[in-house]
């Protein structure tokens, strides 16, 4: 795995204390490692958690936008199936390791957060989708 991602966005410390609590008990997969599981014909169904306004402006490719206030009430309708693989991702790795507690909370065993979100996938240069592009 690599480093734990960067805050660009100025985090409170309640909130920082709360991510790093949650981590302790959340799976995590690397870009690197998702990547290479998708190139070996691994699928997992990749879920934004981010806000509207962010997923508007660009969202990774392939991925189904859940936002945080939502994903808890919604997952089920989607995903009736615990077992499903799900990667979820935010601006910056901190967001979606909240959301896959309370997933894990919910009984989903496969669920994991992308380490670095949308600023580490976009950093690595890597593509995105817009409206323009689908």
Not at 89 to 100: A, E, K, Q, T
Request: net charge negative; charged share 25%; hydrophobic share 35%.
């Amino acid at each position: 795995m690599s480093d734990r991602p960067v805050a660009t966005h100025v985090h409170s410390p309640g909130f920082l204390a709360l991510v790093t609590e949650a981590r302790a008990r959340v799976r995590e997969i690397d870009i690197p490692d998702y990547l290479a599981a998708h190139g070996k014909g691994q699928h997992p169904v990749l879920v934004d958690v981010r806000e509207d306004h962010e997923w508007n402006a660009g969202r990774l490719p392939g991925a189904m936008h859940l936002g945080k206030g939502i994903i808890e009430r919604d997952i089920e309708k989607h995903f009736p199936d615990h077992d499903t693989p799900l990667v979820c991702y935010c601006g910056g790795g901190f967001r979606s390791v909240l959301v896959c507690e309370n997933l894990q909370r919910m009984g989903y065993r496969n669920a994991r957060s992308l380490v670095g979100g949308y600023r580490g996938w976009i950093a690595a240069g890597h593509p995105i989708e817009t409206d323009e592009t689908e």
